[in-house]
């Protein structure tokens, strides 16, 4: 299931990716060879790589539901570029949605695994977030720090 919702996202992104006057062009990032603002706390030598290349630390290891596979879940979270620019955040109130549908590959990649209760540091390569193209204040090919805590895995 997972592996037939990680190809689907792949053909969805490359049909964006493909398309030459939607965005600039695609120059991906690679975490490995970045330097991280010192306030981000990111030491890829203690992270897990996945397989696709999102990097993950647990903060705090939660003691509740297991997400599994996508859902629609409640988070907090901050996001973040390497230079510790603060894009984006909802730490005041939760924050619901769908993995299944509204969320970016390397981040549903980054959750799974995590247990509600739990807090974790992922980082993820611009190809696996919004890819080439620009986001409000959000440049093209950035790589996205978010600081997420899983609030509840709704059924």
Excluded: W
């Amino acid at each position: 299931m997972r592996f037939l919702f990680l190809l689907l996202s792949a053909v969805v992104l490359t049909g964006c990716v493909t398309n030459p006057n939607r965005c600039e062009d695609s120059h991906p990032t690679d975490p490995a060879s970045q330097t991280f603002a010192p306030s981000l706390n990111v030491n890829l030598s203690q992270m897990t790589k996945s397989e696709v290349g999102v990097y993950t630390q647990d903060i705090v290891v939660g003691s509740g539901e297991k997400l599994l596979v996508p859902r629609l879940v409640s988070v907090f979270y901050a996001a973040f570029l390497v230079d510790g620019t603060l894009v984006d955040q909802s730490l005041q109130q939760t924050f619901q949605f769908d993995l299944r549908t509204n969320a970016a590959l390397g981040l549903v990649d980054g959750m799974m695994g995590m247990n509600t209760g739990g807090r974790r540091l992922i980082v993820v390569p611009s190809d696996l977030a919004l890819g080439a193209c620009r986001h409000g204040s959000i440049p093209a090919n950035s790589t996205l720090v978010y600081q997420i805590e899983l609030v509840s895995i709704e059924p």
